[in-house]
């Protein structure tokens, strides 16, 4: 099993930046695909970026690309999600997610969830 808990949600005006952690335990991160994945009110959950087990490929959606970054530190069990030029369409509840495939972009592949963390961008 694998415990998965993000923190760094909050407020944030449009153009600002904020960055979730997702601290692992359980198990070792290591072996696993880790992703990102948001929901906003009333839509489905979306996936937003991913890092394979290797943290040599990172993916992300078109919504997000260049201006989110994902990264994992192994050693501290933790995976980060850097937000810059925030949008208030960015506003959601964002999960941090681990899978032992490389099938990194559907939810459904992902063993491990954490319980969400909410970011509201204001415009």
Do not use: H
Request: with cysteine.
């Amino acid at each position: 099993q694998v415990q998965l808990v993000e923190s760094g949600g909050g407020l944030v005006q449009a153009g600002g930046s904020l960055r979730l952690s997702c601290a692992a335990s359980g198990r070792p991160i290591s072996s696993y695909t880790l992703g990102w994945f948001r929901q906003a009110p009333g839509k489905e959950r979306d996936f937003v970026a991913a890092i394979i087990r290797s943290g040599a490929n990172t993916y992300y959606a078109d919504s997000v690309k260049g201006r989110f970054t994902i990264s994992r530190d192994n050693a501290k069990n933790t995976v980060y999600l850097q937000m810059n030029s925030l949008k208030p369409e960015d506003t959601a509840v964002y999960y941090c997610a681990a899978n032992p495939s490389s099938i990194y972009d559907s939810g459904r592949t992902y063993n491990y969830w954490g319980q969400g963390t909410q970011v509201t961008v204001s415009s």
